[in-house]
Every structure is written in C-alpha cells, then in structure tokens.
C-alpha cells in the first residue's frame, strides 16, 4: 500500500499569504496520479487538483500543484478566508487503488 | 448542479445491519463509476467500496469484504452501502463520491464531486 505523509500538519497564516502544502509518498507515483481536496467543515469534500498538476473545474486559479516521484506540492498564492480548510492529498496510482494523507489544517492567522 | 446525497445513518450495536443511501442528481448516473468513503478519528479518510456503471465491477477494502455489499439502482439514480455484521471500528462519516469514468479497475481514476455524508456510530 502507498502510504502519503502530509506536511505540515497545521498551518497559521494571515490573509494574502502564500501556503504551500506538501504530500510525500512511500514509493513513487510513475503515472502522477495524485489528487488534492478541500474539505471545509460540514461541506462536501472539493476536488481541486487531478493528474498531480490539473486544476478542477470551477477552482481558482489562486491554487497550483506541481511534484512527481514521490514529492508533491499545493500552492495556494494568496490565502483567501474562505480558503479555511483541511487539505488532503490522495493517489490513485497504486494496488490497493486509493489511499490519502492524513491532511493539513489551514487557519487564518 | 451535480448533487449527491447520503442518508440512512445513525446509532446501531456491533454485530447490527445498516443500509446506507446515496441519491444523485444534476448528471447521467449511469455514466459514472460510484465509490463509498468513510473517515473515522482513528483512521482518517478510508475508501470503502466501489462499482463500475452497470455493476459488473465491484471492489472492497479488506477491511470490509465480506460484511459490506454496493449495490446501485441506475433507474432510481441511487447507490446503496448494505453494512451487516458492523463493529466499533466501522465508526465514521460515510460518503457517496463519483468517479469521473464509467468502469471500475481498482486504481488509476480520480473522484470530481463528493457528498456531505452520513454519521455511522456503532455502539452497545
């Protein structure tokens, strides 16, 4: 099983701030399949980055990501309040198919 | 709008069934691979199951084959979850998540629209 490992665990920054996000995985994903979502409390989990670099439809393009191998990043270029959220990265390049990272807080400062 | 909404959850003693729902809307149902994922404080986000367009593909995680079936009605654009045999540890927020193709092959596919989920607690 690919095990991903998210960095840092909670993140504390004012609004405008740049965040960048991180998500390590155990072995490499050859094909970059890695997706990152927004989950805000009591809301629906968002998809916001496919393909490892491929914003979804409808998301702003304040977010970016980038990596491949094993090393992954989210960006978000100017945090936002309503960006306030527990991120998660996942990979769907593995046997078994999908499994997560455990998450990053976001907080405004 | 895409819309997926989950019911059917609630308080049930270990060794009890549930039957979970998901009612979609805003999209042909039967284009789309369906999944079910849970998030439990101990174990975080956990895919569960999942089943291609017509059926004809089904996955489990291990830690529910055997108890758990999916199980979808594409003339009621519904998914279902039978959970028998629950424990403690099935504990969690079930989601109803849509894949953005049509076949199920266990990996290599991504999930574009999630609900808001359903609370299973599984307690004496």
């Known amino acids: 099983e690919i095990v991903l490992t998210q960095s840092p665990g909670t993140l504390s920054l004012s609004p405008g701030e740049r965040v960048t996000l991180s998500c390590r995985a155990s072995q490499s994903l050859t094909a970059r399949y890695l997706a990152w979502y927004q989950h805000q409390p009591g809301q629906a989990p968002r998809l916001l980055i496919y393909?490892?670099?491929n914003r979804a439809i409808g998301i702003p393009d304040r977010f970016s990501a980038s990596g491949s191998g094993t090393d992954f990043t989210l960006t978000i270029s100017r945090l936002e309040p309503e960006d306030v959220a527990v991120y998660y990265c996942q990979q769907y390049d593995g046997s078994p198919g999908w499994t997560f990272g455990q998450g990053t807080k976001v907080e405004i400062k | 709008e895409v819309q997926l909404v989950e019911s059917g959850g609630g308080l049930v003693q270990p060794g009890r069934s549930l039957r979970l729902s998901c009612a979609a809307s805003?999209?042909?149902?039967?284009?789309?691979?369906m999944h079910w994922v849970r998030q439990s404080p101990g174990k975080g986000l956990e895919w569960v199951s999942g089943?291609?367009?017509?059926?004809?593909?089904?996955g489990y995680a291990d830690s529910v084959k055997g108890r758990f079936t999916i199980l979808r009605d594409n003339s009621k654009n519904s998914l279902y979850l039978q959970m028998n045999s629950l424990r403690p540890e099935d504990t969690g927020f079930y989601y109803c998540v849509r894949d953005f193709q049509g076949g199920y092959y266990g990996t290599g596919t991504y999930w574009d629209y999630w609900g808001r989920g359903t609370l299973v607690t599984v307690s004496s």
């Open positions: 089943i291609s367009w017509n059926s004809r593909n089904i």
């Open positions: 393909g490892a670099s």
């Open positions: 805003g999209f042909a149902f039967d284009d789309h691979a």
